[in-house]
């Protein structure tokens, strides 16, 4: 590492604090604990005044206070100093972490979240002919059927990204809304199931056939932050539940351009649930029972969320891409 980044990994310490016991032979400083022993020497500091800003280091003396008391030292040689024990493992920040309230912390993702859907997924060539559409040419049946279908797939399948946040430790109030939630959203899958029967598609044949690679993409992406990092799966239920939708656009469109009734139905109803039981609100009543959320962890989730939107706009990408010239709808396994 070079000085001038250790420089910097120092320089953030608010707090530090050796982790061992300290001895010096008037030459060079030591220090050791159970696990690691180092001694450290500067050439142009001497072992008393390096000895004396180690001291200093006890975890309650504020960094600046510790470089301001050894005037004589240059900051630079600090730096690397106490970097250098950092990277050993003898010191660590013993300042608690930076956090804001969980609410607080969503409302800024949702900020996030809206700018990059009203930059990409809401400009994608599928919601666009969606929104406009007054008949077959605008939005063609099998686009319709495709959305339909995608969405079946990511449904059937809802298991593998939802079941491994029932059990979530982090928080009781926040698991509680989870399980409800899943309760509630269980078996929805049907519901897309007798649209896709009314157009001749059976369980059986869905069942043999594969989701579009967008599709899979997004589904595997939400199983795994479930498994890895629940707190920023739980961000991304608010967008997949339609969160601050009053009106479903491709209900709409559906009925606009003059889908069957049968075929639009229970599609209508599924979207009717999810709004009639606010599963869009899903993710504010977790956030909101979070008390803290540390600066790192919203680092991270505001990385994430750029992701997470990329994905969500290929799946709809995708099937405007994939359906608008397929001769058939479903892609059998046997194919493969």
């Known amino acids: 590492m070079e000085s001038t980044q250790l420089a910097s990994a120092s320089a953030n310490m608010k707090l530090p604090a050796i982790l061992g ?184 044949e869905l069942f043999d056939s594969r989701p579009l690679p967008q599709t899979m993409a997004l589904i595997n992406a939400l199983a795994y932050w479930a498994h890895n990092d629940p707190i920023f799966f739980f961000t991304t239920l608010g967008v997949l539940e339609g969160k601050d939708i009053q009106e479903d656009s491709f209900i709409a469109a559906a009925e606009r351009i003059g889908m069957d009734d049968d075929f639009v139905k229970p599609v209508k109803t599924h979207s009717n649930l999810n709004l009639g039981g606010q599963h869009g609100n899903l993710t504010r009543q977790i956030f909101q029972n979070m008390p803290v959320i540390d600066d790192e962890t919203i680092r991270r989730l505001r990385a994430q969320t750029y992701l997470f939107i990329e994905l969500y706009d290929a799946f709809f990408r995708g099937i405007w891409e994939h359906y608008s010239v397929a001769d058939k709808l479903l892609r059998p396994t046997a194919t493969l």
Request: aromatic share 8%; proline share 3%; glycine share 6%.
């Open 21 to 204: 016991s300290l001895q010096s032979d008037g030459h060079t400083v030591s220090i050791s604990n159970d696990n690691v022993e180092a001694d450290i020497s500067l050439s142009d500091v001497g072992a008393e005044l390096l000895g004396q800003v180690l001291h200093k280091c006890d975890g309650k003396t504020a960094f600046g206070a510790i470089m301001d008391s050894v005037p004589e030292v240059s900051r630079t040689r600090i730096h690397e100093a106490l970097s250098a024990l950092v990277d050993t493992g003898l010191m660590i920040d013993r300042a608690p972490p930076e956090a804001r309230t969980g609410l607080d912390v969503l409302l800024e993702i949702e900020d996030l979240t809206n700018r990059l859907l009203y930059e990409t997924l809401y400009k994608n060539v599928f919601w666009q002919n969606c929104k406009a559409a007054t008949s077959h040419e605008d939005m063609p049946r099998n686009v319709m059927y495709g959305l339909v279908i995608e969405n079946y797939h990511l449904l059937f399948r809802e298991s593998y990204f939802d079941a491994p946040v029932l059990s979530y430790v982090g928080n009781t109030k926040a698991r509680l809304a989870m399980n409800a939630f899943f309760a509630e959203e269980n078996g929805h899958d049907e519901l897309l199931l007798k649209s896709l029967n009314h157009i001749g598609l059976s369980r059986d």
